[in-house]
């Protein structure tokens, strides 16, 4: 049963002076699911990926990504986690190419490896066309794009997206979004998704998490919290009339 949690926290608590960011957070996330990570701005995930890829320290609490404790094994976690922040930072006069490389060097891949890995990147993020433009000159979408591409380049057994479809116009999120899904569905990989755009997590999640005010409210299917919410009927709901109703009871 154990294993196959790839997430799991036990009361993973985040204190900030006298703010909680994360209360009391148990939270389990199955290998091979895409969880959907919801809430309101302010309500503590990207607080909750930070102490899960060991980047902050819990106040109180544990957690295990792929069976490691992020705090003492920080580095192993990262082999294993590609991590998408909300905001992607390149360097502006590298192009994607080198970009590529600069990263497949930091992660120990070797240069003649690495050549092959990136042209099947580029070819999968739609960045092909633009391989050779400096990242400077990138759209946001196709930043969006090359940090998806960064953290493919070690093949993570899981992917943290935080928020990844953000700025993206609606063919490039449709876009982003179906890439997320096949990169589960053909290459197993497990995805931790925050994002506030309910009907595009709607599509892919199996699970989600409903988090308000630094505390888990809901987790489940989709279909398990409208049942709780709305019992059980012939209507289907919308994740964002689910997810309204969570939020207005709390
Ligand atoms: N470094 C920090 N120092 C102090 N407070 C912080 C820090 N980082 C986050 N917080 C606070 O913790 C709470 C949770 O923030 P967090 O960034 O985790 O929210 P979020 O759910 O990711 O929101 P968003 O949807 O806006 O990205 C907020 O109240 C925020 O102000
Ligand atoms: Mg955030």
Not at 230 to 239: A, R, V
Request: hydrophobic share 40%; with cysteine.
């Amino acid at each position: 049963m154990e294993s196959r949690m790839i997430i799991e926290t036990t009361n993973l608590t985040k204190r900030y002076g006298r703010q909680t960011a994360v209360n009391d957070l148990s939270l389990k996330v199955k290998k091979g699911e895409i969880f959907g990570f919801l809430g309101p701005n302010g309500a503590g995930k990207t607080t909750t990926l930070l102490m899960l890829l060991g980047l902050s320290h819990p106040s109180r609490g544990s957690a295990t990504v792929c069976g490691l404790n992020p705090l003492r094994m920080a580095k192993d976690v990262k082999r294993h986690v590609g991590y998408l922040p909300e905001n992607v930072g390149f360097y502006g006069d590298m192009d994607a190419i080198q970009s590529l490389e600069y990263v497949a060097d930091l992660n120990g891949i070797r240069r003649d490896e690495a050549r092959a890995k990136i042209d099947e990147l580029l070819e999968l993020v739609g960045l092909k066309e633009n391989a050779r433009k400096k990242t400077a000159a990138f759209s946001r979408g196709m930043k969006q794009r090359l940090g998806i591409a960064e953290v493919l380049i070690k093949n993570p057994e899981v992917l943290f997206l935080d928020e990844p479809t953000l700025g993206l116009d609606p063919e490039g999120a449709i876009q982003v979004i179906g890439l997320i899904e096949s990169l589960n569905q053909d290459k197993g990989i497990t995805v931790l998704l925050s994002s506030h755009n309910l009907s595009q997590v709607q599509k892919i999640s199996d699970r989600v998490g409903i988090m308000i005010g630094g505390n888990l409210i809901a987790e489940g299917s989709i279909d398990a919290l409208a049942e709780e919410k709305f019992g059980m009927g012939e209507k289907e709901y919308s994740l964002e009339e689910i997810y309204m109703k969570y939020f207005q009871e709390v």
